[in-house]
């Protein structure tokens, strides 16, 4: 069974910085590796939107609103990715959500979603 946990959400002020992770493991020992992920978020009210992006290649892709504040990179040999993310604004309210090309050696490629991280700014 596949696992896909993140973390590090919480309560910020304007300004301030939060370390999201998304790091993926299996019960049965299989070996596992992020393939690609994607950063989602969404606002009460508001849809689900892209907010970054990593292939396996290395490549990365920002929301036009988040570029040059959030980092997103991968590390662990490809079982968790991050989303760093600077001078935050009450704007980037949202429940954060990992989304993951996955490969393990007994099932291949899936994707998968995580449980979601709760991110609040305050102003």
């Known amino acids: 069974q596949v696992h896909l946990v993140e973390s590090g959400g919480g309560l910020v002020q304007a300004g301030g910085s939060l370390r999201l992770s998304c790091q993926a493991s299996t019960t049965t020992g299989s070996i596992v590796r992020i393939n690609q992920a994607t950063w989602y978020r969404q606002a009460p009210g508001s849809q689900r939107e892209l907010v970054a992006s990593?292939?396996?290649?290395?490549?990365?892709d920002y929301a036009n609103d988040v570029q040059g504040r959030f980092t997103i990179t991968q590390e662990n040999h490809a079982t968790t990715v991050n989303l760093q993310m600077n001078s935050l604004k009450s704007e980037d309210t949202a429940v954060y959500y990992c989304?993951?090309?996955?490969?393990?050696?007994?099932?291949?490629?899936?994707?998968?979603w995580g449980q979601g991280t709760q991110v609040t700014v305050s102003s």
């Open positions: 989304n993951t090309g996955l490969w393990t050696s007994m099932s291949g490629t899936r994707n998968y």
């Open positions: 990593i292939t396996g290649g290395g490549r990365k």
